[in-house]
């Protein structure tokens, strides 16, 4: 025979009060590094993204950097040099590095992302080892690699193999198919963030190859490259370019995306755990939304909202306007004709909820007048919960 726990209440409650607005009052509140409560409808709502049609393909929010066609090619990207010796060819809807074209690059600069991109190494094999089918997706203008590299049946040094973080770690697995035959590489790229040569994030990769994991959220430690394993506190640009390269070989490229990732709470943003200063201000800021919210209601429905501002931040004049509020509705309640009582029981077990819960987690004191009030209407009329 357990008595009911805060969040089992709070649904009795709402359920005997549909008409009054949604309120949250109940499960873990605000603390000092999480400005939402648990299961907070407070906090806003995902965008809607459609996914593509055929998996593989952008979703409505990506960008995309080439869709196969010559227009989409020269609009979003450029030769890092010019001097150079002919141009990357575009051809049957892929584009192909053409030996000593150099590398190329976006016009467009991002950094934290999910990319997409295609690949395929020639179909008549030529080489062995690193010269066979190399070239590499360079992010931030070259600041990390992961490596494209033809390694069916194809061994190399491990730490440069395809879909290495180049120098740094080499894939889990090789799963890749026969050469001329597409790859699939998905990214998931996470900038390092170092301030005042302080590594705050040391970034990571997420590689995807043909669906097989090949890196898990690898740390990037300062990028790698040729012979170089780290320089971990290097400065990394917030964003850059994405770079093809040019390693002699002509592979070929196509279906390529990325959409950009939310930002890190070592970012500014609100992905993961905030600082104590962070959490403070977004608290101020979600608490300041709901008594905007609470002024364009009336009656109970302002009330439970100046109340559940509470939850987020303590203000003087919401408490002051929520206990005179709270005042005029016990005695509203006590003033009640005994043959309308019943009618009253929804929104006073609601009310009397969610003091109880600003109580529990110190919002509020324990001895409220109002909490005590509530109660003794609540046990005069035998509204107490059953136990089970």
């Known amino acids: 025979m357990k008595p009911r726990n805060l969040a089992q209440t709070a649904i009795s409650l709402a359920i005997a009060a549909p008409t009054l607005a949604t309120a949250?009052?109940?499960?873990?509140?605000?603390?000092a590094t999480h400005?939402?409560?648990?299961?907070?409808?407070?906090?806003?709502?995902?965008?809607?993204?459609?996914?593509?049609?055929?998996?593989?393909?952008?979703?409505?929010?990506?960008?995309?950097?080439?869709?196969?066609?010559?227009e989409s090619f020269k609009n979003n990207w450029k030769h890092v040099r010019d001097k150079r010796k002919g141009d990357w060819i575009f051809k049957d809807g892929a584009m192909q590095c053409a030996?000593?074209?150099?590398?190329?690059?976006?016009?467009?600069?991002?950094?934290?992302?999910?990319?997409?991109?295609?690949?395929?190494?020639?179909?008549?094999?030529?080489?062995?080892?690193?010269?066979?089918?190399?070239?590499?997706?360079?992010?931030?203008?070259?600041a990390t690699e992961i490596q494209v590299l033809d390694n069916y049946d194809n061994p190399s040094y491990a730490d440069g193999m395809a879909g290495s973080v180049y120098g740094v770690m080499p894939p889990a697995a090789n799963p890749l198919r026969a050469p001329g035959e597409w790859q699939t590489y998905d990214i998931i790229f996470r900038r390092p963030i170092i301030k005042n040569g302080e590594i705050i994030d040391p970034g990571s990769q997420t590689v995807l190859i043909n669906g097989v994991v090949v890196q898990d959220s690898t740390p990037i430690e300062g990028g790698g490259g040729h012979k170089k394993r780290s320089n971990p506190k290097k400065p990394f640009p917030e964003t850059g370019p994405l770079s093809l390269q040019d390693h002699g070989n002509p592979?070929?490229?196509?279906?390529?995306?990325?959409?950009?990732?939310?930002?890190?709470?070592?970012?500014?943003?609100?992905?993961?755990?905030?600082?104590?200063?962070?959490?403070?201000?977004?608290?101020?800021?979600?608490?300041?939304?709901?008594?905007?919210?609470?002024?364009?209601?009336t009656g109970i429905n302002q009330m439970m909202r100046l109340l559940e501002s509470l939850c987020y931040e303590t203000n003087d004049s919401t408490v002051k306007d929520a206990n005179a509020m709270?005042?005029?509705?016990?005695?509203?309640?006590?003033?009640?004709?005994?043959?309308?009582i019943e009618s009253r029981k929804g929104e006073t077990k609601n009310?009397?909820?969610?003091?109880?819960?600003?109580?529990t987690h110190k919002r509020i004191p324990a001895d409220h007048p109002a909490i005590k009030a509530l109660r003794q209407i609540i046990n005069t009329n035998g509204w107490q919960d059953k136990k089970k």
Not at 53 to 62: F, H, N, V, Y
Not at 251 to 270: C, E, H, M, Q, S
Request: charged fraction near 25%.
């Open 351 to 359: 009310v009397f909820g969610a003091l109880s819960y600003l109580a």
């Open 35 to 70: 400005p939402w409560a648990v299961h907070d409808m407070n906090r806003p709502q995902p965008p809607v993204v459609t996914p593509a049609a055929k998996p593989g393909d952008p979703p409505s929010d990506a960008v995309v950097l080439f869709d196969g066609t010559e």
């Open 99 to 142: 030996p000593g074209a150099g590398y190329i690059r976006t016009k467009e600069e991002f950094g934290d992302c999910q990319l997409h991109i295609e690949w395929a190494a020639p179909t008549k094999v030529q080489g062995n080892s690193q010269g066979r089918g190399n070239s590499g997706v360079f992010f931030l203008d070259g």
């Open 251 to 297: 592979v070929r490229f196509r279906n390529i995306w990325y959409r950009p990732l939310r930002k890190r709470a070592t970012d500014g943003g609100t992905d993961g755990q905030l600082t104590p200063e962070a959490t403070t201000v977004k608290r101020a800021e979600i608490a300041a939304e709901i008594r905007k919210d609470a002024a364009t209601k």
């Open 326 to 340: 709270l005042a005029k509705f016990v005695k509203s309640v006590e003033a009640t004709p005994a043959d309308k």
């Open 24 to 31: 949250q009052f109940y499960g873990d509140p605000p603390d």
